[in-house]
């Protein structure tokens, strides 16, 4: 037997072992948060392009300087606090939520590192951070929703377990960060490893909040299987829908919208 070829193979291998684990960890954030950034000059086009909307910032508890669009609409309406997905910049809804006449006032939320919020996204920052907004407006909305998109659906979950909410609309959510990054990693430990799991499921059997929950059928990205446990585990009133689209294209569903305002308007 050749044994210097056997020590090769065998630190080969342990370096695969050891290294691939040690990649996933040191590179999970770059996975997870993909900051869509705004240069001051794009923002202040934005906002000369909706005048109408408040440009609304707040400062952190550890003194991140944070920042939300904030769409109007009548007085009295209820504000749905908006989380978006790991790759969103949220300022495209203004050009969307005036012509879906859904009923209500939109908080647009940058997280940290996103639009025009400094910092550095995780999950115990954005869960923070999300309470500070709603903290915010909660003695002037009469009624708030949280409305997470994928990633989001995280965080509105994350909301949903401190503080009332009148209902949450989750868009492609999932169970766990951590069961989502298993089905595509399934040889890596990956609850060992993984910093930000945004455990919603381990919530949902407590939460009590009307739930509308919307997937894609051929989602791409998070397989439907994920939100089907997150709904299941749900405790409050809760509506399933599924629409025949993907993962980034369910927004242009002829009933995505109806069904938000039909959702929204009965709370």
Not at 29 to 42: G, N, V, W
Request: aromatic share 12%.
């Amino acid at each position: 037997m050749d044994w210097g070829l056997l020590g090769v193979l065998v630190k080969f291998g342990a370096a695969v072992v050891l290294g691939v684990p040690l990649a996933a960890y040191l590179l999970q954030d770059k996975l997870i948060f993909m900051p869509q950034a705004l240069a001051a000059s794009e923002h202040q086009a934005i906002a000369a392009r909706h005048p109408d909307v408040a440009d609304t910032f707040l400062q952190a508890a550890d003194g991140i300087r944070l920042h939300a669009w904030h769409f109007k609409s009548a007085p009295g309406a209820p504000l749905v606090l908006y989380f978006g997905g790991n790759a969103e910049e949220v300022s495209w809804l203004l050009d969307e939520l005036p012509r879906r006449d859904t009923g209500a006032s939109w908080l647009l939320v940058d997280y940290r590192g996103y639009g025009s919020s400094g910092g550095a996204p995780s999950e115990q920052s954005l869960t923070s951070d999300a309470l500070a907004w709603y903290d915010r407006f909660a003695a002037t909305s009469p009624r708030i929703f949280a409305f997470g998109r994928s990633l989001g659906s995280g965080v509105a979950v994350r909301l949903a377990a401190e503080r009332r909410l009148d209902g949450l609309v989750l868009l492609a959510p999932f169970d766990s960060l951590a069961a989502v990054a298993q089905h595509y990693y399934p040889y890596l430990p990956v609850r060992l490893l993984l910093r930000h799991p945004f455990d919603s499921i381990s919530y949902a059997p407590r939460l009590t909040a009307p739930l509308l929950c919307i997937v894609a059928a051929h989602d791409e990205v998070i397989p439907v299987e994920h939100a089907r446990r997150l709904y299941d585990a749900w405790a409050g009133p809760k509506r399933w829908v599924e629409l025949a689209a993907g993962h980034n294209d369910i927004h242009d569903h002829p009933d995505y919208w109806p069904s938000i305002r039909a959702f929204l308007a009965a709370r």
